[in-house]
């Protein structure tokens, strides 16, 4: 069965870091571009960062640039977004998924074709 599962959300200080994980079973992320969205209550999903299959480029949005980090662990088929100095702001439901398309600066911000994502995790920012 093809699964994404996404998990350490939580709530955090503004300041304060978490690292989010996607696990993928049924099926190999290397051949995929992987994406990170995150929607906010109230508001339309946005793209975070991508990361490319071909050749490990990543690509962030302006919001999140500088902050957030995504990587890839092929022997565990997982994909991470570590996230540093954590804004009021990034509080959303988090989303990875999967897409054939390519990667780029426009992708993170207009982007389409997604094959698989997960039920998201929810992080919160909040004093």
């Known amino acids: 069965q093809v699964q994404l599962v996404e998990s350490g959300g939580g709530l955090v200080q503004p300041g304060g870091s978490l690292r989010l994980s996607c696990a993928a079973s049924g099926f190999t992320l290397d051949y995929y571009t992987i994406l990170w969205f995150r929607q906010a209550p109230g508001k339309e999903p946005e793209g975070v960062s991508c990361?490319?299959?071909?050749?490990?480029?990543?690509y962030y949005s302006d919001s999140v640039k500088g902050r957030f980090t995504i990587s890839r662990d092929n022997a565990k088929n997982t994909v991470y977004l570590q996230m540093n100095s954590l804004k009021p702001e990034d509080t959303a439901v988090y989303y990875c998924?999967?897409?054939?398309?390519?990667?780029?600066?426009?992708?993170?911000?207009?982007?389409?074709?997604?094959?698989?994502w997960g039920k998201g995790t929810l992080v919160a920012v909040s004093s």
């Open positions: 998924a999967t897409a054939h398309e390519r990667c780029d600066r426009s992708y993170v911000t207009h982007y389409y074709g997604l094959n698989y």
């Open positions: 990361l490319s299959s071909n050749d490990g480029s990543t």
